[in-house]
């Protein structure tokens, strides 16, 4: 009867702590898209200072994954700026949706202005949502964790 309860009790604590680790996934979504979107300003900007291809062809061999390579499939075939995310608040749905509007529009010099002057501010985004990221993981973890103990706690 004893291995009962611990296996009851294990089961109960992985799965608090894999509910801490869902939760905290939104997160981890964000930061990896502001990631991306920070390593494809680079790529772009090197792009608008020497290599000059074309936007469509830029955008067709970008390796992204996960929503952000969705969000630029979507801006190159309809060209549709608007990002529509649910972990992204709308301050920075309307930045990225900024952000998207202008690529391709106007001339190599106003495009590396522009984009040189997001390269501090996406810099410092992706920092923070990483940080952000790596707390509310590590807390939804905890008290994933501590929410299964207490379910053993009432249950033995």
């Known amino acids: 009867m004893l291995w009962l309860k611990l296996l009851l009790a294990g089961c109960v604590i992985a799965f608090g702590v894999g509910m801490g680790y869902f939760a905290a996934g939104k997160y981890r979504s964000r930061a990896r898209f502001f990631a991306q979107l920070h390593d494809f300003n680079e790529r ?26 969705r969000t630029l499939e979507r801006f190159s075939s309809e060209h549709v700026a608007q ?7 709308d301050a920075e749905k309307k930045e990225c949706s900024d ?18 002057a997001r390269r501090g501010a996406l810099g410092e985004k992706k920092s923070a949502c990483e940080k952000q990221a790596k707390e509310k993981g590590e807390l939804y973890l905890k008290l994933g964790l501590l929410a299964g103990l207490a379910f053993v706690i009432l249950i033995v």
């Open 44 to 69: 772009y900007l090197t792009e608008l200072g020497y290599a000059r291809k074309p936007l469509s062809v830029l955008l067709k061999e970008y390796t992204g994954s996960g929503d952000f390579q």
């Open 83 to 89: 990002v529509r995310l649910s972990y992204l608040t």
């Open 99 to 116: 952000y998207f509007s202008m690529l391709g529009r106007g001339d190599a010099r106003s495009q590396r202005e522009y984009f040189g």
